[in-house]
């Protein structure tokens, strides 16, 4: 069982790059995120998916693009980097709320350590 | 906007201690409380789940309780063990999932 696959697990960019962090479930979970999480804030909701062709945002998504084409798949792109970026990016999936996966626990990826210069 | 506090931030005991983390949210209204546990460079992994209809759930020497009405669950670890060392983190859901700050929890042999 694969669960949630985040790559690549290290990157680091210049200011001013652009890059795709990739995420993929095989749980066949309607729900995606993507989180942020600095030191002594815990983690914070950039973007959300309750399912394939729907995203939202969470609390802070300035600088982040989603596109959710599959329900498999959930890529969070940062368009132009800035050092404020730099943080470790975990990606999660569950069943939605209501729905036949509901009792089910949210599951993380790995996480992604992105370093911006 | 639902937030979610954890206290302490940080606590040490010794091995064999029994301990409590807590977990405080302002917005009643959610679906379901999660207790998750994170080693220092790693993901999250979930310990237990709390339905809203729930009060507790029990996995092993772990134990935590939902009072939905205050906006407040705890997280009970019995007879701790320096394998327990990690940080655990609450979070509450209803159509997204708001973490707390956590909890860096040290168990001394």
């Known amino acids: 069982n694969a669960g949630v696959t985040q790559t690549p697990k290290f990157q680091v960019l210049k200011t001013g790059q652009s890059m795709t962090l990739q995420c993929a479930q095989d749980?066949?979970?309607?729900?995606m995120s993507w989180y942020r999480q600095d030191p002594g804030m815990g983690l914070r909701l950039i973007h959300y998916?309750?399912?394939?062709?729907?995203?939202d945002q969470g609390e802070v998504p300035n600088g982040y693009n989603v596109s959710r084409s599959t329900t498999e798949d959930f890529p969070l792109r940062l368009l132009s980097a800035a050092p404020s970026q730099t943080s470790v990016y975990f990606c999660?999936?569950?069943?939605?709320?209501?729905?036949?996966?509901?009792?089910?626990?949210?599951?993380f990826g790995d996480g992604t350590r992105l370093s911006i210069l | 906007k639902q937030e979610v506090t954890q206290i302490p931030a940080a606590l040490s005991v010794p091995e064999g201690e029994n301990l409590v983390l807590n977990c405080s949210f302002t917005?009643?209204?959610?679906?379901?409380l999660q207790w998750f546990r994170q080693d220092p460079g790693k993901g999250l992994t979930s310990l237990l789940l709390?339905?809203?209809?729930?009060r507790e759930q029990t996995s092993g020497r772990l134990n935590a309780s939902l009072d939905k009405s205050s906006g407040r669950s705890t997280l009970y670890i019995a007879a701790s063990q320096p394998g327990d060392s990690a940080t655990y983190l609450c979070?509450?859901?209803?159509?997204?999932?708001?973490f707390g700050a956590g909890t860096r929890l040290t168990v001394k042999p």
């Open positions: 998916s309750v399912g394939a062709g729907i995203t």
């Open positions: 917005d009643s209204a959610i679906y379901n």
């Open positions: 709390i339905q809203s209809s729930q």
């Open positions: 749980m066949n979970h309607e729900y």
């Open positions: 999660a999936s569950r069943g939605l709320t209501g729905g036949p996966n509901s009792n089910q626990p949210q599951h």
């Open positions: 979070a509450v859901s209803n159509n997204d999932m708001r």
